[in-house]
């Protein structure tokens, strides 16, 4: 014999199934697109990093050295430097960013295969 709370507690099993199903359909084409975003950025990562890291290198020893042979003033030497530590830490960011577009998109698969 069935009553009337064990009916409704099968519907709401069925309608919450329904629901996580559809979403799980949905959020396919978003772990796609987050993996293709995920290999593009480690690969941009990789390729221009070594190449950023060398002209930042590159603009801090020049504001040094103008500054040690006196072309620049301090203030340019200065400007100079800070500009070579934010091309310098570019590729740190990247490598962040990378790194949480991996985690959503760990945590949606997680989602989606519970």
């Given at each position: 014999m069935f009553t009337f709370v064990g009916?409704?507690?099968?519907i709401?099993?069925?309608?919450?199934w329904l629901v996580r199903f559809i979403l799980?359909?949905?959020?396919?084409?978003?772990?796609?697109?987050?993996?293709?975003l995920e290999w593009i950025c480690t690969i941009a990562v990789g390729f221009f990093g070594p190449l950023f890291d060398?002209?930042?290198v590159v603009l801090i020893a020049t504001g040094f050295l103008s500054y040690g042979f006196g072309?620049?003033?301090l203030s340019e030497m200065?400007?100079?430097?800070?500009?070579g530590v934010a091309f310098c830490m570019l590729p740190l960011a990247g490598g962040w960013m990378i790194e949480r577009i991996?985690?959503?998109n760990l945590q949606?698969?997680?989602w989606l295969h519970r």
């Open positions: 009916i409704v507690t099968g709401a099993r069925i309608i919450i799980k359909i949905l959020l396919i084409p978003v772990i796609i697109g987050l993996t293709l060398i002209f930042g072309l620049d003033p200065w400007r100079t430097v800070g500009y991996t985690l959503l949606i698969s997680l």
